[in-house]
């Protein structure tokens, strides 16, 4: 898997994980007791911790893809030159087998 489908897969899993978490704190809000209160209080800590890292990869990715914007509208030829050059590698080798 490359760096990027780890990251989309582990935004998607924090999103999953934020959710269910978010139900569970909703499912046990009529529930009394310290443990479950304190329990519920770490809970509420972790669901921020997510939430926020979630936050720094997509802003880390909208970053990354302006970047890449950035690049090829300054070096347009340059761009179509390494498409042009991975396209026709990857043909020979697919042609190979």
């Known amino acids: 898997m490359s760096n990027e489908a780890n990251i989309e897969k582990l ?8 959710s269910d ?5 909703h499912a046990t809000a009529g529930q009394a007791g310290e443990k479950v209160g304190e329990l519920r209080h770490r809970l509420t800590a972790a669901l921020e911790s ?3 890292t979630c936050q720094r990869l997509e802003e880390k990715a909208v970053a990354g893809a302006k970047a890449a914007d950035k690049t ?3 070096h347009p ?3 179509i030159g390494v498409a ?5 590698l990857i043909g ?5 087998r």
């Open 11 to 18: 935004m998607a899993d924090l999103k999953v994980l934020t």
């Open 21 to 25: 978490a978010e139900a569970l704190m």
């Open 50 to 52: 997510a939430k926020a």
């Open 72 to 74: 090829i509208r300054e």
């Open 77 to 79: 030829y340059e761009s």
């Open 84 to 88: 042009f050059g991975l396209g026709l």
């Open 92 to 96: 020979v080798l697919v042609g190979r």
